[in-house]
Structure formats: structure tokens, C-alpha cells
Nanobody, 114 residues
Framework: QVQVVESGGGLVQAGGSLRLSCAASGRIFSINAMGWYRQAPGKQRELVATVRRDGGTIYAGSVKARFTISRDNAKNTVYLQMNTLKPEDTGVYYC????????WGQGTQVTVSP
């Protein structure tokens, strides 16, 4: 069984930056994709960014050029560097890890004040 733990959320003013981290542990075979989704109050969960084992990335259009996803395969860890944050980036950010199955973290709150 794989465990996923996120960290790095918090409160920041608009224009600020935050860095989220997500570490996978446990019975890991070979992690393929890792990434982040977010869910704002009253809205559906949406993809923020994902990174494949080969380094290929996908970003939501709303965060492209502001967020950067990266991973450390040796540490089974994925990072999300978030710059120029906007109030509309507020939400709970969920990390996911796809090994033989997809495992989700508990989520970390990101709040961006105007």
C-alpha cells in the first residue's frame, strides 16, 4: 500500500508564492504519473499539473507560466512551485500518485488573499 503526504499549503497575499511538496512511501513498485488537483469551495476538483516519470508535464491553462511542477524520482516526491498567486487559486490542493493504482493525499489548504 502506498501512502501520500502533502505539505506546504498556507495563507499568502495575491502576488506571493508557495511551494507544495508531496512524498510517497510504502509499497512502491514504479511510480508513473504524479501531480496535483485542486478543489475550490462549491466547485469540482480540477487538474492543476501532472508530471510523468519521463519528465513530461501537463498544466491547466489557468496556471501555465505561473506554476512549475517537478519531481525527484529518487525520493518519490513531487513539488509544485506556485508563483504570482491569485485569489482564484484558493482551494484544497490534492496530490496524487499513480503506481499500480492511484493514491490520493489528504489535501492541503491554499488561501490567497486579495
Amino acid at each position: 500500500q502506498v501512502q501520500v503526504v502533502e505539505s506546504g499549503g498556507g495563507l499568502v497575499q495575491a502576488g506571493g508564492s508557495l511551494r507544495l511538496s508531496c512524498a510517497a512511501s510504502g509499497r512502491i513498485f514504479s511510480i508513473n504519473a504524479m501531480g496535483w488537483y485542486r478543489q475550490a469551495p462549491g466547485k469540482q476538483r480540477e487538474l492543476v499539473a501532472t508530471v510523468r516519470r519521463d519528465g513530461g508535464t501537463i498544466y491547466a491553462g489557468s496556471v501555465k507560466a505561473r506554476f512549475t511542477i517537478s519531481r525527484d524520482n529518487a525520493k518519490n516526491t513531487v513539488y509544485l512551485q506556485m508563483n504570482t498567486l491569485k485569489p482564484e487559486d484558493t482551494g484544497v490542493y490534492y496530490c496524487y500518485v499513480t503506481d499500480t493504482v492511484t493514491t490520493w493525499g489528504q489535501g492541503t489548504q491554499v488561501t490567497v488573499s486579495p
